[in-house]
């Protein structure tokens, strides 16, 4: 249409308008098209000094036990988040509380971030996330950006299957990718099939407390849980997850595990359940309420699906639940009205390890089996509710109707995506614009850095046809990530002052070393460029301590201000802290190495940076 203009305008306009018009057409791969069309990518992309990214991505660090946080439409890594592995960079792990939050373990495997949501809308105060490697949950702050609790989750391993959380943020479900025996005591594998489950749980959180707490247990049959979601509006007191091995197999799984025509998905109403544990209707197991579902019955229905399922998905009128076929090529879409009736008219079609299963033609609404598409894994939303789905093994997003099952769009992606994500994708009401393929293989995308490569996310501009507009290089390893409007996050700059914390010290006058017994507190401050631990010594930024005594040392960043962060670390004592603005933070340790250790500000402060430093003394024992 533009080109058009020119010409009635002007002449001259017109005839450059036409020339170039002309090189555009005789030439579809000429430099010239290629690079014009690379510039307006950039300039999609483009968010000048000064203006900020529309969107937070917030990307699983799989196997580094971290989050990282991009900005959309940039791409640009803003920071990583340690949640379950220590960070030496922010003194995760290091200081007193984090440490102990993370209870001795030195890595996790983090999957599948989920918002918290408030009416089915991301209400951006928290962020849920599990630990596949050493069966953990914690929740991250929004507005410090910092984990605020882990826990624990007993009878249970490898929680993969999760966390999503219901509408109103009340449950998060933990189902795991492995079965074991309860309590994971020594069984032989040959009683794999009587003796091992598949435990899910169901998490609360206390806001208030910001505590982590486990609400109740499932004791599902020994198979394996691959994703799961929960239920939107009219389907809101319900959840969906997909298995597979429920072959029970128990070795060489990739082809033991891969033997039925059709796994199931697992359809509970999570009201329901909540009451059964209320009336007592459960068995206490290692000290948690454990459903066992062919002993209690309801609440708990299988759906069969295609084999080996990964994603499924609840559409955002939560009308219908996507299953994405993995080893099959279609996309199944069911229908909760239809499988609400057929529970409510007993029409199952028998049972399995006492479970009614609901029988597939009742429930099934639609097969989608694009055309020379395979490996569909998981499926994401628009604003007008089309669906988006990865193809792991023919590297694309496929575009389609999920109310008629049109293909309606396809893209290659460089390479086998795992997991979309759509901006806002899992709410009552995403976005569209924008959709981030984050793919397994980066192949021959980036310079080469040696053998391993890099995962990649590419952005696609999902507002028309689809087009993949940048690709950037992602460590590993995402498997899911949330896309969250920016405005939506209240993030603080500066931690307001405790009056209620005995640890901290906002006054240089206030600065102390207490010695009692072989316990010695220091309540110390930093600030640029200087730490004071005692003002009335002779030298107010040495601790002194005797060999053996137990260490303790607060420490409060008094400069009340943006971005001046300190740090705090003692040389050769493996030890390091960070305090951000108004913060406290706790170093607690024994000082078993007698000597002189010099101690410094790690975290770059002020012009004088380098003088920030001191001593840290200990006397040897005579
Ligand atoms: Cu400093």
Redesign the pocket.
């Known amino acids: 249409m533009k080109k058009w203009i020119p010409i009635a305008s002007g002449l001259a306009a017109g005839f450059l308008a036409a020339t170039i018009s002309y090189a555009n057409f005789s030439s579809g791969t000429n430099s010239q098209a290629v690079s014009s069309d690379n510039k307006s990518n950039a300039e999609k992309v483009y968010v000048p000094l000064g203006q900020k990214d529309d969107y937070y991505l917030i990307d699983s660090g799989g196997h580094s036990g971290q989050l990282f946080v991009y900005g959309v439409p940039s791409m640009r890594e803003i920071r990583t988040i340690p949640v379950f592995s220590p960070d030496p960079a922010t003194g995760y792990g290091f200081d007193s509380k984090t440490k102990k939050m993370l209870g001795g373990y030195t890595w996790g495997d983090l999957h599948h971030p989920a918002l918290s949501e408030t009416n089915g809308d991301y209400d951006g105060k928290y962020l849920f996330a599990t630990d596949v490697g050493n069966s953990r949950a914690a929740v991250v702050d929004l507005s410090t950006w910092t984990t605020r609790d882990i826990i624990k989750v007993p009878n249970t391993s490898g929680p993969h299957c999760a966390a999503f959380v219901t509408q109103n943020s009340e449950y998060l479900f933990l189902p795991t990718r492995f079965s074991t025996p309860l309590g994971q005591k020594y069984v032989p594998l040959d009683q794999y099939s009587a003796k091992y489950r598949g435990v899910m749980s169901a998490l609360t959180f206390d806001k208030k407390k910001e505590k982590l707490n486990i609400a109740y247990q499932v004791a599902l049959p020994p198979w394996a849980y691959d994703l799961s979601d929960a239920g939107k509006k009219s389907s809101g007191d319900w959840a969906v997850m997909t298995t597979y091995n429920t072959e029970e197999a128990t070795t060489t799984d990739e082809i033991n595990a891969s033997q039925a025509d059709r796994d199931y998905i697992v359809l509970f109403n999570w009201k329901e359940l909540a009451q059964m544990v209320k009336e007592g209707k459960y068995t206490n197991v290692g000290g948690q309420k454990m459903i066992f579902p062919e002993k209690q019955k309801g609440g708990i229905y299988l759906v069969p699906v295609a084999k080996s399922p990964h994603g499924v998905d609840v559409t955002p009128d939560g009308k219908h639940f996507i299953a994405a076929g993995k080893l099959a090529p279609a996309m199944t879409v069911f229908s909760f009205d239809k499988a609400f009736k057929a529970i409510k008219d007993k029409k199952f079609s028998g049972t399995r390890n006492g479970i009614p299963v609901l029988d597939y033609k009742s429930v099934m609404e639609r097969e989608v089996n694009p055309e020379n598409a395979l490996g569909p894994l998981h499926t994401q939303f628009d604003n007008k509710g089309m669906a988006y789905t990865t193809m792991f093994i023919s590297s694309e997003i496929v575009k389609w109707n999920p109310n008629t099952g049109a293909v309606l769009d396809r893209v290659p992606v460089q390479y086998s995506p795992g997991h979309a994500v759509a901006a806002e994708g899992d709410t009552v009401s995403p976005d569209g614009k924008w959709l981030v393929a984050l793919n397994k293989l980066a192949k021959d995308n980036f310079l080469s850095v040696g053998p391993s490569h890099p995962e990649t996310m590419q952005l696609i501009d999902i507002s028309g046809k689809m087009k993949v507009i940048d690709t950037v290089p992602a460590n590993p390893e995402p498997h899911y990530a949330q896309m969250i409007k920016a405005d939506k996050i209240h993030s603080i700059n500066v931690y307001p002052k405790d009056p209620n914390n005995k640890d901290a010290v906002y006054k240089t006058d206030d600065t102390r070393i207490v010695r009692n017994g072989k316990t010695v507190t220091v309540y110390g401050i930093?600030m640029?460029?200087r730490f004071v631990f005692d003002h009335k010594a002779k030298r107010p930024d040495v601790i002194e301590v005797n060999q053996g005594d137990h260490v303790i040392i607060h420490l409060t960043d008094i400069d009340f201000d943006e971005d001046i962060t300190?740090?705090f670390a003692i040389n050769n004592y493996n030890l390091n802290m960070e305090v951000q603005p108004g913060e406290t933070n706790t170093l607690d340790f024994y000082a078993d190495k007698a000597g002189t250790f010099p101690l410094y500000?790690t975290?770059f402060?002020?012009a004088l940076?380098q003088e920030?430093n001191g001593y840290f003394l200990v006397k040897p024992k005579q």
């Open positions: 930093a640029r460029s300190h740090g500000c975290n402060c002020s940076h920030m």
